[in-house]
């Protein structure tokens, strides 16, 4: 079993759509979890943690199910701007900030 | 805003060269890791450094990597013999307690 694992994709979505992502991970002692956001040929950039009680950032909710080893990333009312690959990451269960990243799942979102 | 910057933006190299590849973190980052993404791959963890000493290192860190913060500024990542497989973009990254981690943009290295 991959360590994160997510659906590629793509996800081609009209403007204004709503549109889920979703991720699993294999180690249960995994302490941290993130949505990162990267733009073609760019650097990962943080779009949010993910908490047990889950978070919103504007359009942006994530989720994370410990018991189900799930996160999640809903994205509404979905802009031009929205369309990247989005890597659910896991940090490492050692205390040493490792990042271990899926495989990203595009999105392509279309006026 | 403070970022991470990373030189040279890109690399080629022949096969069996040494290449150095440059960070500067964010000051008061003291965490500081490499990660690197095959085109068209993952990002893959690289190592993580803390305290002048390795933290963490993946499979891919043998010992042709070797990793250094020669001036309390700069942290690079050093490439003793470069083989083909090596051909990848290096990200830098850094935090400054072991939380959220700023990524430089990269240096993409061609090993001919």
């Known amino acids: 079993r991959k360590e994160v694992e997510q659906d590629p994709g793509p996800f081609n979505v009209p403007e204004g759509a709503t549109v889920a992502f979703n991720c699993t991970y294999s180690?249960?002692?995994?302490?941290?979890f993130f949505w990162y956001r990267q733009d073609c040929r760019k650097e990962p950039k943080l779009l949010m943690s993910v908490y047990s009680s889950g978070n919103e950032d504007g359009r942006f909710t994530a989720q994370l199910n410990r018991a189900s080893q799930y996160i999640s990333l809903l994205i509404r009312d979905s802009k031009l701007s929205d369309s990247a690959t989005y890597l659910c990451?896991?940090?490492?269960?050692?205390?040493?900030?490792?990042?271990?990243f899926g495989q990203g799942t595009t999105l392509q979102v279309k006026p | 805003e403070p970022e991470v910057t990373q030189t040279p933006s890109h690399q080629v190299t022949q096969m069996g060269q040494e290449v150095i590849l440059r960070c500067v973190p964010i000051?008061?980052?003291?965490?500081f890791y490499w990660y690197r993404q095959i085109l068209g791959q993952k990002v893959e963890f690289l190592v993580s450094?803390?305290?002048?000493?390795?933290?963490?290192k993946s499979e891919i860190f043998d010992d042709q990597f070797s990793v250094e913060r020669p001036d309390g500024s700069n942290f690079t990542l050093k490439i003793r013999s470069t083989k083909l497989e090596d051909s990848a973009m290096y990200f830098c990254?850094?935090?400054?307690?072991?939380?959220?981690?700023?990524f430089g943009p990269g240096t993409r290295l061609l090993v001919l």
């Open positions: 990451v896991v940090g490492g269960s050692g205390n040493t900030g490792k990042l271990i």
């Open positions: 180690n249960s002692a995994s302490q941290s």
């Open positions: 000051s008061n980052h003291l965490y």
């Open positions: 990254a850094c935090s400054r307690q072991q939380e959220t981690q700023y």
């Open positions: 450094f803390y305290n002048n000493e390795i933290s963490e």
